[in-house]
């Protein structure tokens, strides 16, 4: 059974940086593209970064470009955002996301999510 479980989430001032984790258990890590998508109150959930299976490519929401790194570590099943120069914009749930592709058609896969709360 697929889980993901995020930690890292917290309270930091405008401009301080925050590194989430997010460990995954369930499937074969290593063949699995992950994400890290975000929900703000009151606004749909959006994708915020992606690293591919072999960890050589990424991709950033224009947003998050130049201030977040998204990176993965197979050898301990975790994904990682570190985020820096936040901003009060920032404020969301962050979760981590995967999928697997099966006869019967993508299935998505979630965390809990973890606040993070950026104060101006």
């Known amino acids: 059974q697929v889980q993901l479980v995020e930690s890292g989430g917290g309270l930091v001032h405008n401009g301080e940086s925050l590194r989430l984790s997010c460990a995954a258990t369930?499937?074969?890590?290593?063949?699995?593209?992950m994400n890290w998508y975000r929900q703000a109150p009151g606004k749909e959930r959006e994708l915020v970064a992606g690293?591919?299976?072999?960890?050589?490519?990424?991709n950033y929401a224009d947003f998050v470009k130049g201030r977040f790194t998204i990176s993965r570590d197979d050898a301990k099943n975790t994904v990682y955002l570190q985020m820096n120069s936040l901003k009060p914009d920032d404020t969301a749930i962050y979760y981590c996301?995967?999928?697997?592709?099966?006869?019967?058609?993508?299935?998505?896969?979630w965390g809990q999510g973890t606040q993070v709360t950026v104060s101006s």
């Open positions: 690293i591919s299976s072999d960890g050589s490519r990424t």
């Open positions: 996301n995967t999928y697997l592709i099966k006869w019967s058609g993508r299935y998505d896969y």
């Open positions: 369930g499937f074969t890590f290593s063949d699995n593209v």
